[in-house]
């Protein structure tokens, strides 16, 4: 009967076979490495697009490209209305009650009222003692307001965009919208919103209005030295807010709010800029 004997190199074998198994079954305990996170902002930097989320929002926009490199300055739009100066040298406000065709569009940002030529406020006077215009282009809607009056904000905040004649300077008005009763004219058009940028304008040749309609009748004001609150946020913006509100119903509000969604940017450091008031 013969002996079995094992070859030479059999018990390093089946020790190599036992240690590879016990790094398999290591390696299938050890958990999965984290993900590298992402970067909220390389899609605005990629892209030069911005929006209102997570991803391209106003913490981006320093980073678009071509659009928001002074979203970073001294001056910035929107702010905490609070600790105002009353002003007894600053003039009122007028406009001119043109009635004008528009149309609405949906630029994936805000509902912006584009105006025909023929409304314009004027402001004081120039240094030369003209009276200082400034011709509205469109006015749109944030939802919610863009600024806080002490602390708080408003369901939806207009702004009438205006366009110095002389020079450069942007005149912005603004209106804060609270629930109440139904806005007449806000009621022409609710139902002519342009859901998405890709329903195209409402294009509305055969009426005519006035945009100034939407002001409150007493226009009481706040006044600051600002900026655009979208890119490029350039810094040379009059903003006029206006003491007192106006109303929508809260069917209104919901309309707009379902379709801006949140398109306000944050409130930003007031710094050392002075906030007047005028009572009128």
């Known amino acids: 009967m013969k002996n079995s ?15 590879a198994v016990a790094i398999l079954l290591i390696s299938a305990c050890k958990p999965e490495p984290e993900p590298e996170p992402e970067d909220p902002c390389m899609e605005a930097i990629l892209t030069g697009e911005w929006g209102y989320d997570d991803f391209g ?27 105002w100066v009353e002003k007894t040298n600053l003039p009122s406000l007028s406009t001119n ?30 240094t030369n003692g003209l009276f200082d215009d400034f011709t509205l282009g469109q006015f749109h809607f944030h939802t919610n307001s863009e600024h806080q009056v002490n602390g708080s904000y408003a369901p939806m905040e207009v702004h009438f965009v205006h366009r110095s004649i002389w020079d450069d300077r942007y005149m912005v008005i603004s209106v804060m919208i609270e629930e109440g009763d ?6 022409r058009f609710v139902d002519k919103l342009p859901v998405s940028e890709m329903a195209g304008p409402y294009v509305n040749k055969d ?26 946020c350039s810094e040379t913006v009059n903003w006029i807010i206006m003491e007192n509100k106006i109303q929508a119903s809260q069917a209104q509000l919901d309309k707009f709010k379902s379709i801006l969604g949140e398109n306000f940017r944050p409130v930003q450091e007031l710094g050392s800029r002075e906030i007047g008031y005028v009572k009128l």
Do not use: K
Not at 182 to 187: R, S, T, V
Not at 209 to 229: I, Q, V
């Open 182 to 187: 139904a806005n007449p004219l806000l009621e």
């Open 97 to 126: 009650p043109g009635q004008t065709s528009m149309n609405i569009v949906n630029n994936g940002h805000t509902l912006q009222f584009n105006m025909q030529p023929g409304s314009f406020a004027t402001y004081g006077t120039t």
């Open 207 to 232: 009426s005519v209005f006035s945009a100034y309609d939407l002001l409150p009748a007493n226009r009481s004001y706040y006044t600051y030295a600002g900026s655009l609150t979208t890119p490029p």
């Open 57 to 83: 929002g106003p913490a981006c926009w320093n980073s678009v490209c071509n659009h928001g490199q002074t979203c970073g300055g001294t001056s910035q739009s929107p702010i905490n209305v609070t600790g």
């Open 5 to 19: 004997i094992n070859p030479p190199n059999s018990n390093f074998f089946r020790l190599l076979s036992i240690c």
